[in-house]
């Protein structure tokens, strides 16, 4: 199984970016789709999650902000972000549970800066 990430880059302060992650592989079913990130000198934390029948949890400081979406016929998890903030600059990993298995991508860098 592989995800790969993509739609990082450079952004202003309130500016938007919309992060996409594909699964490819033998994987038949995906409970849960999600975002994390880790900043410098941080640990990894959790952004949003969105499981299998739509329902999502974010985390405090990106509600209202970001919404997590899913395509489960093309395996894909989105993250669109606005209102960004220096604060929001990470390097962005998604991730995805089957069957109780994790797997996680290799990350995409955003940079929130002027």
């Known amino acids: 199984v592989q995800l790969q990430a993509s739609g990082g880059g450079l952004v202003q302060p309130g500016g938007s970016l919309r992060l996409s992650c594909v699964a490819s592989g033998s994987i038949s079913s995906i409970n849960v789709m999600g975002w994390h990130r880790q900043a410098p000198g941080k640990q990894r934390e959790m952004v949003a999650v969105i499981i299998s029948g739509g329902t999502t949890n974010y985390a405090d400081s990106v509600k209202g902000r970001f919404t997590i979406s899913r395509d489960n016929a093309k395996k894909t998890v989105y993250l669109q972000m606005n209102s960004l903030k220096p604060e929001d600059t990470a390097v962005y990993y998604c991730?995805?549970?089957?069957?109780?298995?994790?797997?996680w991508g290799k990350g995409t860098l955003v940079t929130v800066s002027s």
């Open positions: 991730k995805i549970r089957s069957y109780g298995v994790d797997y």
